[in-house]
């Protein structure tokens, strides 16, 4: 029913930025809460943001310990798509990123039904 298609993903060093954006289906991005996980290899995904659906300018977001601080996410409903600004990045932010969807917040920090294919992000020293 959504369809989640990731891009922006690149290499960067180590203190430079990279943005992902994640485009959504149509009508169909709007019922739903976004977010983002990574996967380093060998190592199992984690919860990285999430912001919620919101008719108002204002939206609830909520971020991993990890990358609180430098990291931000936003949306944009108009153009049916979703942002991760990554500021001062790290080798450990090394992973391949994947955009998630799912009705409420709650919902997409912890076990999102939709998933993006991802779009590796590499960070060197």
Wanted: one cysteine or more.
């Amino acid at each position: 029913q959504v369809q989640l298609v990731e891009s922006g993903g690149g290499l960067v060093q180590a203190g430079g930025s990279l943005r992902l954006s994640c485009a959504t289906s149509g009508r169909t991005f709007r019922p739903y809460a976004m977010g983002w996980f990574r996967q380093a290899p060998g190592k199992e995904r984690e919860f990285v943001a999430g912001i919620s659906w919101s008719r108002i300018i204002t939206y609830f977001t909520y971020y991993a310990d990890s990358v609180k601080g430098r990291f931000t996410i936003s949306r944009d409903n108009a153009k049916n798509t979703v942002y991760l600004q990554m500021n001062s990045l790290k080798p450990e932010d090394t992973a391949v990123y994947y955009c998630t969807a799912d009705k409420v917040l709650q919902v997409v920090i912890s076990h999102p039904g939709y998933w993006g294919q991802g779009t590796q992000v590499t960070v060197s020293s």
